[in-house]
């Protein structure tokens, strides 16, 4: 099976109330906690209302980003294209790619937030055509093309980037939620996806035929898509037990739903939960439930699910939350690193085979323990030490350590 990459996306959703400033500086703290731990990419969208999603801009928070870590992919994810101008946007994320060494990915959607685009008096029915219109603009000025363009919402002269981007072709991706815009659009423009939409029952049902949207959309173009670069987004808390995990979650949860998604969102069908635990239980326990709240075993059985579900992806993101508090939600990100991805990958069957192996054939291991004990006896003072050597328990860990209790055996039969 190959290799699955493992990446976070931030939105981020922070409850109000804490100083904005430490937000943004824990944010960054989580990115150099992710590097160190070898996560291969981290997201961060772009949001300017609804009060609990407060960066603005992804390429500003990414570049300071940059200057914490060492080799994390950084992606925008997403830069809502409807509300820049794409020249704009490409020479921002050119001086991402540069500033950052090469880590860039950029990410587009149409706009997340309906309150976002009322503020800039954009109408929501444009949002997803203008999306299109942007990526096409932006590619052909991150090859070097000189592009001359006008539109409805923007206009282009002789336009050419003085600099273009570090990476010989900086990786692409669309947002893509249940509905098949996010997809075909990836499949026309032959760049990669991150399906948000996972996150919910309905979406991760939908995942193959989303993937369907996309081939048709790149044979109909004449681009190809691959699942290699194709991102599922899912959300999970983890700790060392169940009960752990569901005790470090359930508080921040329960005001996670009631009061972002319930009364600030007001997502349709969004009901407030009435304690902790049915929070825990109906978004992580319940028929139909997609978050993971338990166990490195359960996020393993999880992910192999979501895989199999699929027909494959190339990176699993995990949706970054305030459901624990800040030191809790490390420790779950440091257990994902340390147990999930080598068993999702495969990393310890060697590891366990050369294990079984020794265990399971020691009699081409025994001769060298006789090697040691005869040693001991040809030299008299060993032979002495060993009579008043009492734990077997040596703190060597070498296989060759004989038979303490047998060795003066034979010692004191001769």
């Given at each position: 099976?190959?290799?699955?990459?493992?990446?976070?996306?931030?939105?981020?959703?922070?409850?109000?109330?804490?100083?904005?400033?430490?937000?943004?500086?824990?944010?960054?703290?989580?990115?150099?906690?992710?590097?160190?731990?070898?996560?291969?990419?981290?997201?961060?969208?772009?949001?300017?209302?609804?009060?609990?999603?407060?960066?603005?801009?992804?390429?500003?928070?990414?570049?300071?980003?940059?200057?914490?870590?060492?080799?994390?992919?950084?992606?925008?994810?997403?830069?809502?294209?409807?509300?820049?101008?794409?020249?704009?946007?490409?020479?921002?994320?050119?001086?991402?790619?540069?500033?950052?060494?090469?880590?860039?990915?950029?990410g587009s959607?149409?706009?997340?937030?309906?309150?976002?685009?009322?503020?800039?008096?954009?109408?929501?029915?444009?949002?997803?055509?203008?999306?299109?219109?942007?990526?096409?603009?932006?590619?052909?000025?991150?090859r070097?093309?000189?592009?001359?363009?006008?539109?409805?919402?923007?206009?282009?002269?002789?336009a050419?980037?003085?600099?273009?981007?570090?990476?010989?072709?900086?990786?692409?991706?669309?947002?893509?939620?249940?509905?098949?815009?996010g997809?075909t659009?990836?499949?026309?423009?032959?760049?990669?996806?991150?399906?948000?939409?996972?996150?919910?029952?309905?979406?991760l049902n939908?995942?193959?035929?989303?993937?369907?949207?996309?081939?048709?959309?790149?044979?109909?173009?004449?681009?190809?898509?691959?699942?290699?670069?194709?991102?599922?987004?899912?959300?999970?808390?983890?700790?060392?037990?169940?009960?752990?995990?569901?005790?470090?979650?359930?508080?921040?949860?329960?005001?996670?739903?009631?009061?972002?998604?319930?009364?600030?969102?007001?997502?349709?069908?969004?009901?407030a939960?009435?304690?902790?635990?049915e929070?825990?239980?109906?978004?992580?326990?319940?028929?139909?439930?997609?978050?993971?709240?338990g166990?490195?075993?359960d996020?393993?059985?999880?992910?192999?699910?979501?895989?199999?579900?699929?027909?494959?992806?190339?990176?699993?993101?995990?949706?970054?939350?305030?459901?624990?508090?800040?030191?809790?939600?490390?420790?779950?990100?440091?257990?994902?690193?340390?147990?999930?991805?080598?068993?999702?990958?495969?990393?310890?069957?060697?590891?366990?085979?050369?294990?079984?192996?020794?265990?399971?054939?020691?009699?081409?291991?025994?001769?060298?323990?006789?090697?040691?004990?005869?040693?001991?006896?040809?030299?008299?003072?060993?032979?002495?030490?060993?009579?008043?050597?009492?734990?077997?328990?040596?703190?060597?860990?070498?296989?060759?350590?004989?038979?303490?209790?047998?060795?003066?055996?034979r010692?004191?039969?001769?």
């Amino acid at each position: 099976m190959p290799r699955l990459n493992f990446g976070a996306f931030l939105a981020p959703h922070h409850p109000i109330g804490e100083h904005p400033m430490l937000q943004f500086r824990r944010d960054l703290d989580l990115v150099e906690h992710l590097d160190k731990l070898g996560y291969e990419e981290f997201w961060c969208g772009e949001h300017h209302s609804s009060g609990w999603e407060m960066i603005g801009s992804p390429e500003m928070f990414l570049a300071a980003a940059g200057e914490r870590s060492k080799r994390i992919k950084l992606a925008t994810g997403v830069i809502s294209l409807p509300y820049h101008h794409p020249f704009n946007v490409a020479q921002r994320m050119v001086q991402l790619d540069h500033m950052t060494g090469g880590r860039a990915i950029f990410g587009s959607g149409p706009g997340a937030l309906a309150s976002d685009a009322h503020t800039l008096g954009i109408d929501p029915m444009l949002l997803r055509d203008r999306q299109d219109e942007a990526i096409g603009i932006i590619r052909r000025l991150f090859r070097g093309e000189r592009v001359t363009a006008r539109s409805d919402w923007f206009e282009l002269q002789d336009a050419a980037l003085q600099l273009l981007p570090l990476q010989e072709e900086m990786p692409c991706a669309v947002a893509s939620q249940i509905s098949p815009s996010g997809m075909t659009l990836a499949g026309k423009h032959g760049i990669g996806i991150i399906s948000i939409g996972s996150l919910s029952e309905e979406g991760l049902n939908a995942l193959p035929t989303q993937w369907g949207f996309a081939e048709a959309a790149a044979a109909k173009h004449g681009q190809t898509v691959d699942r290699k670069n194709w991102r599922v987004l899912l959300s999970w808390h983890i700790a060392e037990t169940r009960d752990k995990a569901r005790a470090e979650a359930r508080d921040g949860l329960l005001r996670h739903h009631n009061e972002y998604i319930t009364a600030t969102l007001q997502r349709p069908g969004a009901r407030a939960f009435t304690t902790p635990d049915e929070a825990v239980d109906k978004t992580a326990f319940a028929p139909g439930a997609v978050a993971t709240i338990g166990t490195p075993d359960d996020l393993v059985e999880r992910i192999k699910s979501v895989l199999d579900v699929s027909g494959g992806f190339g990176t699993v993101v995990g949706f970054v939350h305030d459901w624990a508090n800040p030191e809790n939600t490390m420790r779950s990100w440091d257990m994902v690193a340390r147990y999930v991805v080598p068993e999702i990958n495969g990393y310890m069957s060697g590891l366990r085979q050369s294990r079984e192996f020794v265990a399971k054939n020691r009699e081409y291991f025994n001769r060298a323990r006789e090697a040691v004990m005869a040693k001991i006896t040809e030299n008299e003072a060993a032979a002495a030490a060993l009579a008043v050597t009492k734990s077997p328990l040596l703190p060597a860990s070498s296989s060759n350590v004989p038979d303490l209790d047998q060795a003066r055996a034979r010692l004191e039969a001769r």
